[in-house]
């Protein structure tokens, strides 16, 4: 039993607040675990915790604690939550080690409460190799911190602002840090992208399978820089294509968990429509009581995210590799683009041209030698672009409606199982982490990388 001595001081409640207060403005709150009980410890010295009145206990290097309404019990005696733990060493718990403080709320469970910089230090090595190249890290490291402040918006709301999984972004503490991966962090030290002067929602996943996905067709919401665009550079990833066996039933399932109706024995899966890369938008399923049609992230979240890696299915199965040369939107490529490619505007670039010129971006002078010299429009919008991103304007042009490639066909049935073949790995929206590991081997910058996969955006120092 842990020995432990009960001593009476009176400190600031304020700091167990998780709406904290200006000093705390750059600290993230981590959930580590939702459990009642927790067995944690520290790599030097004692662990220290104080309660929620100000009650101070010394507990040796490690300790057994349970969560008992609103108090914590440790060797029998309660102390009222929220708590925070400290000490001289790493903490740890679940065998890792961690920076910063423990805190245990009635909401929020085991939370480990950390500076932003510090965290960041322990998601990089967990989100892509410490090997990869140094403007690939670079970008990670301004999306990482990026997400977490954004979601640190919510922390009044839900108790905390990530969770430690993929289901935010994966953290696993100090013990997974590397000298590389500290590098990038401190080298980008308090980046973060804008849209405006909001920050940007910078979702990212592992391999887009050639093109990323519309916010819209994944998630339902409408957001200018998360449409879909195509990798710019060849690469090849480990989950470049995949296959995936799921019995009628495991479909049946499903189909249940994601839409609430049972369609029976399914027989027939359809998939409808799909984006500008080929991705499943919608997909109907044929059962033995009617069907169903469902977005098709929806139908993978619920069937298992994790076998069924992507919606990119590809019909007829086979290897993979993304070969593209797509110049990345908004930007001239590192390599020296020809004078017929310099001089070309996308449609959305022309759009993004017009509301920059109605923004009053452009002098009258400017604007009279963009009319007459229209091998300049292509000039004139990188200038704007660069001069409405340091005032912070956005110059993105509200998306239009796309047109979408009525594919109709039918998802392989052998047996009682449906086979799906398909490519990449993760929802598909935002930044490819493999994509931007190829351009950041072809010399392309993390502000070039981010500026292709979130267009409209900025890089900015977070104050």
């Not at 309660?78 to 805190?103: D, E, Q, W």
């Not at 490529?333 to 971006?361: D, N, V, Y």
């Not at 990188?382 to 340091?390: T, V």
Request: net charge positive.
């Amino acid at each position: 039993m842990t020995t432990i001595q009960i001593c009476k001081r009176y400190v600031l409640a304020i700091i167990f607040m998780l709406c904290a207060c200006s000093a705390e403005a750059r600290d993230v709150y981590v959930k580590l675990s939702g459990a009642g009980n927790y067995s944690i410890g520290i790599t030097a010295g004692n662990l220290v915790m104080t309660d929620a009145e100000g009650r101070l206990a010394n507990l040796a290097d490690s300790a057994r604690i349970s969560v008992s309404g609103g108090n914590v019990v440790i060797g029998g005696i309660s102390f009222m939550m929220p708590v925070r733990i400290t000490g001289a060493g790493f903490l740890r718990f679940n065998g890792k080690t961690y920076r910063g403080a423990f805190m245990i709320t009635p909401r929020g469970g085991l939370l480990n409460v950390l500076d932003v910089e510090q965290y960041l230090c322990g998601v990089l090595p967990a989100e892509v190799g410490a090997s990869w190249h140094m403007e690939a890290l670079r970008t990670q490291a301004i999306c990482a911190r990026t997400y977490v402040l954004k979601q640190s918006m919510n922390r009044q709301e839900k108790g905390y602002d990530v969770v430690d999984t993929d289901a935010d972004q994966v953290y696993k503490g100090q013990g997974a840090e590397t000298e590389r991966t500290n590098h990038a962090v401190a080298s980008t030290a308090g980046m973060i992208l804008t849209y405006g002067k909001e920050l940007a929602f910078t979702y990212f996943h592992s391999d887009s399978g050639g093109h990323t996905a519309d916010i819209s067709d994944v998630w339902g919401q409408s957001i200018p820089y998360l449409q879909g665009v195509p990798e710019v550079v060849s690469y090849k990833s480990p989950v470049a294509s995949w296959s995936a066996k799921f019995s009628a039933s495991r479909i049946q399932q499903a189909v249940r968990k994601a839409s609430g109706t049972d369609i029976g024995s399914v027989s027939q899966i359809h998939v409808n429509e799909v984006d500008d890369g080929g991705r499943a938008i919608t997909m109907t399923f044929t059962g033995s009581r009617g069907t169903k049609t469902i977005r098709a992230s929806q139908f993978r979240l619920a069937l298992d995210p994790r076998t069924l890696k992507s919606t990119m299915f590809t019909p007829s199965g086979g290897a993979f590799s993304v070969n593209n040369t797509t110049t990345p939107s908004g930007l001239v490529s590192a390599k020296k683009a020809a004078p017929s490619e310099s001089a070309t505007l996308t449609f959305t670039e022309e759009q993004a041209l017009a509301k920059m010129t109605a923004e009053g971006i452009f002098t009258t002078t400017e604007l009279i030698d963009m009319l007459t010299n229209e091998s300049k429009k292509k000039q004139y919008y990188l200038a704007g672009l660069s001069r409405a991103q340091k005032a912070g304007k956005s110059v993105q042009a509200a998306p239009s409606p796309k047109p979408r490639s009525k594919y109709g066909y039918m998802i392989e049935k052998s047996g009682n199982e449906f086979v799906f073949y398909g490519r990449g790995w993760g929802h598909g929206v935002g930044m490819c982490q493999w994509g931007a590991m190829a351009m950041a081997e072809q010399g392309y910058t993390a502000e070039q990388i981010l500026a292709h996969y979130y267009p409209g955006t900025a890089v900015r120092r977070f104050k």
